[in-house]
């Protein structure tokens, strides 16, 4: 990856990594897990999608395991949920701005990183944004035991699939400056916001006696 | 790997995705999730096996988020699913069709890419069939909030072993024909579909107290 | 790796192979799974953790795949556990004092062949070492349908990483003897129990309304 990337890919990780463990800490909160569960739910939501981001690509040791300022803002994000989280009645909304940022951070990073390694074609890439922007938090959700966020009702993968696709074309035309991936992590944030806010659903299946 | 075995690999591993994806969409649909939740699921289901497998014998990127073909294929089941499927109430016996027809091609193309793989053993080779072939379906199951298919009652993982035995064993003897292939797909799937139609069930353990 | 760990990191993998085997076989018995299904989830919870650590550090294909020595010891574990189980209300105790015995073994066999393969840090090797001691046990309980030990009460990573920071401590004082690394699997193993025994509990978080 050029030398130019390399503080925008760091940038994008912390603030990933940061947000989904505020993210991972307050659903262990909810459901009463201990310090430790707390800090192990923290780290598995935020540095679980960018493990197997880099194992996908051959990236050996994963970054997530070796590079000691991730690993410390996920504990930090652990810890800071474990000693301030907000009332539980406030904990749901929270968790979905944290993890709309999380999904912007990720699915840049996850498919800018790919995009640069070689080996990796477009489509994989942009994949692998995906799986980067979604893995954390399914990795959450399976270990608290609830059905993961991006299978349920609002549009989830989708604007992280559209960032990851903006990161890729703009890889093509060789345009990859930092206010672009800045630009894209945003589009993600809004648009899941907005898909939030307005309860914005996909389809769903039709049922056989419809109504 | 040789190339007269590259169209078999292919087929086999399209077949496998194709099937996977009606299984994991259908499951999708079952449990009411939006179109997205659909097609992550599908994805997921079809893609989930062959992308371990690739992992545990590197190769970097797997084929299931680098080939186009897979993808499409993976994406096209789940849409299949969401605007064609039958009933729900005829949806559980059709998933499991799928799902050994699934089986039988991914233990065969599983086995298959890792017995021409340097440095496999044939033991490995046959438990990476195994993984492949069940590898989708646990992810499918664990996602959707239930406990994974192969360990429930039906024999569902001694199938897919004896296909990978007979695919190790003909690379030994250097008898790697297509139809040897295809044989042992088909075996795998008829011998799956007995243990589902006669309800054979593995042996369950002892209670304490016999009867 | 040195010729003279090579012997202690196979037996500690064998050891911790076979007691997460009969633990993951007894969870289950418990559940009611058949014959194969108490295989299958023996040999997760056995190769699981050594087969997540392999991938990290680039071993591939994994060990837990590709040894024969330790796919019988899960498989022999698995078989053991169908056979000879104790009585169901007998199992829960078991469980955790063979999940201790599993949780020093990994802990340092992941810690030690982590910080005697090029290319890892430190802080990585402290950290795989946790991942290879609970990562079989999380599988397990996935799998298994019940939210991971690692997040409940009692304090189950604080042992694994402690044993893990010993290991890691004595390689960069170039004293990696073999009875180092048994006497920290046994204070991995000590702990474990010390807190199951005494209820020791982390601290949880405070509710909002605090009494």
């Known amino acids: 990856m050029p030398t130019s990337f390399a503080s925008a890919q760091l940038a994008l990780d912390l603030v990933g990594v940061f947000v989904f463990a505020l ?8 459901k009463r897990f201990d310090l430790f569960g707390v800090l192990v739910l923290a780290c598995a939501a935020a540095l679980g999608g960018g493990i197997v981001r880099d194992l996908l690509i051959g990236d050996i040791p994963p970054v997530g395991i070796s590079d000691w300022r991730l690993l410390t ?3 930090l994000g652990g810890l800071v949920t474990f000693l301030f989280h907000p009332g539980v009645e406030r904990i749901t909304r929270f968790v979905r701005v944290l993890d709309a940022a999380g999904l912007g951070a990720f ?7 790919a995009v640069t390694t070689p080996g990796v074609s477009p489509v994989a890439a942009v994949l692998v944004g995906v799986i980067t922007a979604v893995g954390g938090g399914v990795v959450r959700d399976v270990l608290a035991g609830q059905v993961p966020e991006v299978l349920r009702r609002e549009l989830y993968a989708v604007p992280a699939m559209l ?4 990161v890729v074309v703009a890889a093509q035309l060789g345009s990859l400056q930092d206010w672009v991936l800045w630009t894209a992590a945003g589009v993600v944030f809004a648009l899941r ?3 939030v806010h307005l309860h914005l659903n996909a389809p769903t299946p039709l049922r056989s006696n419809p109504t």
């Open 23 to 30: 993210s991972g800490g307050l659903v262990a909160v909810k």
């Open 107 to 113: 699915a840049v990073a996850g498919s800018l990183k």
């Open 193 to 195: 916001m907005l898909a």
């Open 73 to 75: 803002a996920a504990a």
């Open 163 to 166: 960032g990851s696709v903006v």
